[in-house]
């Protein structure tokens, strides 16, 4: 029929196969010829029996995400579905890979969903800032029941084939062959006989008694949402699944959908779903990959021992190194109380816990590091430590082993050098705790070998991390940019404003928690000792310190935290410490607005992320903005510090960082040429490359 759809008889069963490399994604190109099968399947009278199937790795994966943001070319996935309901024969989906989204609603579309064992469905728009708009709102309740549809759609998570057989979603599993399945089945149906209901004509399984209920979900999910508009339409379109007849709630979702796309938060998530995999093309495809068998770590300590659970996580061979046998002993036994964590909640089961510790070898001797491809030192931050560190593992590593230093600030430049390896060594900058966050800054050094690059981003991936390549300077690209975001922090205190206000322009502006609330938690110590190391001061927060205050741990800090509670408190004692330096300072405290307060920490940032840009730290912008959403919660529905840029005005930013750099002389306020090329190009790419 087209290259894209083709059509085959296997005695009266019709098998459709959609063909669309790499995810079988419903593009026009498919939905076109994908339409003129189905009217005509419907219409011959020797077909009994329709299968809708999919060549490749996957069922649809959903709509083409390209395509959104354009105009609609007809059909849309709506018709096709609307089409395939008219069908009297029975029609059959046979699912392998993934049926997501538009995919799993075309399936939704057929009389019966046949599954491959390891296959796996769900309706992921969410993520995406949007909701099924293909009929999956008021589809899939009407199959599993409204709370499981809630559940599924508001999460995006998909389910595994046993789970959607045993909720009603999948009529059969089979294991292997699903093609020859699927049409056996649909013969199966045909000898059968009978009328065949569509789904939407399915109603036992919603029930207004579940209401309550599920308003009770909703109200939940609400106080979790921070701002994001995708999951409250989603939870009402499946609410209007159960209060309004099919086709008024198929008209509603349609309406809530239109609305959606066409927002700034679903444009900012699609950003974000291309940006990720743009960050992790790295390397010509054609480098040959190192092999990596079995990882080292160094360092039994929180980090060290996140790292090593990260990669027993993804199924590696994990030695473990620590200089004692009393350290290696303790941080062994953290990594087995953290999976028994796990397993009491209910997210591993005790086989895959036994699993994964048994991928563990401990030692106390690098010689044991001898048959390791990659390893990963997680030792004191500092540099006559790591370089001691790598001076050892020269010694002992095999040849073409990759050497990695996780580091937040040192310079991988001067560690290679310490080694006779250069090319060999680079930097895993892995986010606490390390078996749990996604983010993984990869450090690329001056002589890291292209190979050795490659490899470890595609390692990233595999062990389910988002791998973002940096060059080399103080902080890489999160916590220079976390530096500039922190630079007015006290000024702003001692001008007037106070850290709860702050904190309160950060959460609504929907960042988890604001920097105080964050340092309380991290500990205040840390940026104390940091910046003694560096010789810097910052009046409040050394005050603080020097006073015992180090945050949650201490029970107060910027707030108290009283009874052991997680939950911050004003705290008097700060807000009087911050009028007496003020005083002290001769500083007048005035009224600071929420605007201020955005153009003295957000703003410095994007300029830093600008010179960031200029210096070739990060390759692009879009990689910015998954370091700081993946590794500091910046809004998800923002799509990151320099998507956020284009939204706020780069004009505007640039108009406010002129005004902020001429009152106060500060050089984080003082636009980066580069800041004002994208103000005239529009873009960031564009301009990055004429600094080039
Ligand atoms: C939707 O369906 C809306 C409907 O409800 C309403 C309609 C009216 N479109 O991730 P990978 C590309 S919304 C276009 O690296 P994996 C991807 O960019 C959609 N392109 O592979 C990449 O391209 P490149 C709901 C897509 O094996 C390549 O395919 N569906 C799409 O790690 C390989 O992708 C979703 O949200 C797409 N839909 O993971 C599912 N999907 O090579 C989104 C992928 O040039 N997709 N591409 O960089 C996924 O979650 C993963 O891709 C998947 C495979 C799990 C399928």
């Known amino acids: 029929m087209s290259n894209f759809v083709s059509v085959a008889r296997d005695g009266g069963v019709a098998v459709v196969t959609i063909d669309n490399p790499p995810v079988n994604a419903l593009s026009f190109h498919v939905r076109e010829p994908l339409m003129h099968a189905l009217v005509w399947l419907r219409d011959e009278p020797g077909v009994a029996a329709i299968v809708i199937a999919c060549a490749g790795r996957t069922f649809v994966a959903g709509a083409d995400i390209t395509e959104f943001g354009k105009p609609v070319q007809q059909p849309d996935l709506r018709a096709i579905i609307a089409v395939l309901e008219t069908v009297a024969k029975p029609t059959v989906a046979a699912i392998h890979g993934t049926a997501l989204g538009g995919g799993l609603e075309l399936a939704l579309g057929c009389h019966f969903r046949v599954a491959d064992a390891a296959a796996k469905l769900g309706l992921p728009e969410v993520k995406l800032g ?15 029941g409204a709370l499981k549809a809630l559940s ?15 909720a009603g979603l999948v009529d059969a599993v089979f294991e292997g062959g699903l093609t020859a399945q699927a049409v056996g089945f649909a013969s199966e149906m045909v000898d ?17 008694a579940e209401l309550p209920e599920f308003d009770t979900q909703v109200g939940e999910l609400a106080k979790k949402a921070r701002g994001l508009e995708a999951p409250i339409a989603c939870a009402q379109s ?67 021992g996140g790292i090593a659970m990260a990669f027993a996580n993804g199924g590696f061979p994990v030695t473990l190194l620590e200089t004692t046998q009393e350290a290696l002993q303790r941080g062994l036994a953290t990594i087995e109380k953290n999976y028994a964590v796990s397993v009491a909640r209910g997210s591993l089961s005790e086989d895959t816990k036994r699993q994964r510790l048994d991928l563990f070898k401990g030692s106390t001797d690098y010689g044991d590091l001898a048959d390791c491809d990659l390893i990963v030192e997680a030792v004191f931050e500092e540099m006559a430590v790591k370089k001691d560190v790598f001076g050892r593992l020269d010694a002992v590593a095999k040849p073409g082993a990759i050497l990695a230093t996780n580091t937040s600030y040192l310079d991988v430049n001067e560690i290679a050098a310490s080694t006779s390896r250069p090319q060999d060594v680079l930097g895993l900058h892995f986010f606490s705790p390390a078996n749990v966050m996604k983010l993984l800054e990869i450090v690329r050094a001056e002589k890291t070998a292209p190979d050795a690059l ?17 060059g080399v300077c103080h902080g890489f690209v999160g916590n220079r940019m976390l530096a500039a975001r922190g630079s007015e922090s006290e ?71 009283e009874n052991g509670s997680r939950t911050p408190a004003p705290n008097p004692q700060v807000e009087a410490l911050i009028r007496d330096k003020a005083a002290e300072n001769g500083i007048a405290p005035r009224a600071i607005g ?57 004009d505007k930013i640039i108009g406010r960082l002129d005004h902020w750099h001429e009152r106060t002389g500060k050089d984080v306020f003082k636009p980066a040429p580069l800041l004002r090329q994208v103000a005239e190009t529009g873009a960031w790419e564009g301009a990055t490359s004429q600094t080039a």
């Open 454 to 470: 490659a490899t470890v981003v595609e390692l990233a991936r595999r062990i389910g991390k988002v791998p973002v390549v940096v």
């Open 130 to 144: 949007l909701l099924p708009g293909g009929g999956g709102t008021v589809r899939l309740p009407r199959l599993v």
């Open 192 to 208: 059968k006989g009978g009328s065949f209901t569509p789904v939407r004509g399915r109603d036992g399984r919603l029930d207004q």
């Open 238 to 304: 499946v609410r209007n699944a159960i209060t309004l007849p099919f086709k008024e709630a198929l008209a509603a979702e349609r309406e809530l959908f239109a609305k959606l796309v066409a927002g700034d938060q679903s444009r900012a998530q699609r950003h974000l779903f291309f940006a990720e995999r743009e960050a992790a093309k790295v390397g010509a495809k054609d480098i040959v990959r190192r092999k990596i068998a079995r990882v080292g770590v160094i360092g039994a300590g929180t980090m060290g």
């Open 152 to 166: 599924m759609i508001v999460s995006g998570t998909p389910i595994g084939a046993a789970e959607a057989l045993a």
């Open 491 to 561: 000024a702003l205190l001692l001008e007037g404003a106070t850290p709860q206000q702050i904190d309160q322009v950060f959460t609504d502006f929907g960042w988890p928690m604001g920097p105080f609330q964050m340092g309380d938690l991290a500990g205040l110590d840390i940026g104390w000792r940091n910046r003694k190391a560096r010789g810097q001061t910052a009046i409040i927060a050394d005050t603080l310190c020097e006073q015992g205050h180090f945050g949650q741990k201490t029970g107060s800090g910027f707030y108290r935290y």
């Open 594 to 650: 929420a605007e201020e307060i955005i153009e003295r920490t957000l703003y410095p940032m994007i300029n830093e992320g600008a010179k960031i840009l200029e210096e070739k730290i990060a390759a692009r912008a879009s990689d910015i903005d998954i370091v700081w959403v993946n590794g500091y919660g910046f809004p998800v529905g923002k799509g990151g510090p320099m998507f956020w840029a284009g939204l706020e005005g780069v």
